[in-house]
């Protein structure tokens, strides 16, 4: 398999070395360039075309904000993991909201960076157990049902289309080419994150966000 292409950016030179010298621990991981400012990182995203971006929120000409929302509009397929050392609820909020695929505090221990890797790769989302709980709770209360559905994988997503269409576990097991156990697993994701606890809610939440049409 090739490598995972990562690209750190940071304002500060001491927090890119030392993010540096944890991902390039992981195998399979490589870390292809650094940026010290919004716009030269995204000047590194045209160049460089990293699978993955390692993104602090806070840096000049260009906050993070901003190059996560050039990032995920011009390049969808580059998977971006903010890392911040503000672990308030509404930051983690706004990064999913504007397409982050996860949202880790700088506080957060060393082996967690690589969960979160593996798991933004993997096509899911990442969000720190330090804040998780709190941030999905309060994301719920203020979130659309169609901004719900903007935090689901792509794989979740599929998972939750192959649901409304009627189809059976193991159905969507053979589709999808994974284990029935690992389908168990993606709809209790789902409806965890959702906050729906039965499959026929799931269904309705599926045409009112439009994800299957109802003739």
């Known amino acids: 398999m090739k490598p995972i292409r990562v690209l750190i950016a940071d304002d500060h030179a001491l927090v890119r070395a030392g993010i540096r010298a944890l991902v390039e621990k992981i195998e399979g991981v490589v870390v292809v360039g650094e940026a010290g400012r919004g716009n030269e990182a995204m000047d590194l995203v045209k160049e460089l075309k990293p699978n993955l971006m390692l993104l602090d929120i806070t840096m000049p ?8 929302d050039q990032v995920t509009k011009t390049f969808p397929e580059i998977r971006v993991i903010v890392l911040t050392v503000h672990e308030a609820g509404e930051y983690a909020i706004r990064a999913l909201r504007e397409g982050a695929a996860g949202f ?46 903007a935090t689901l994988s792509p794989r979740q997503r599929e998972v939750l289309r192959l649901i409304a269409e009627g189809r ?35 269904v309705r939440y599926a045409i009112i966000v439009g994800l299957i049409e109802v003739e």
């Open 61 to 68: 000409d260009g906050g993070g904000f901003a190059v996560l």
């Open 104 to 149: 880790l505090p700088k506080s957060a221990a060393s082996t967690e960076l690589e969960q979160a890797i593996e798991t933004v790769i993997r096509g899911e989302v990442y969000i720190s157990p330090e804040t998780s709980r709190k941030t999905l709770l309060e994301y719920g209360k203020g979130a659309t049902k169609r901004d719900l559905l």
């Open 168 to 202: 059976t576990t193991k159905q969507i097991a053979q589709v999808l080419e994974i284990s029935v156990k690992t389908v168990e697993t993606h709809r209790a994701q789902l409806m965890e994150r959702l906050g729906i606890h039965d499959v026929a809610g799931l």
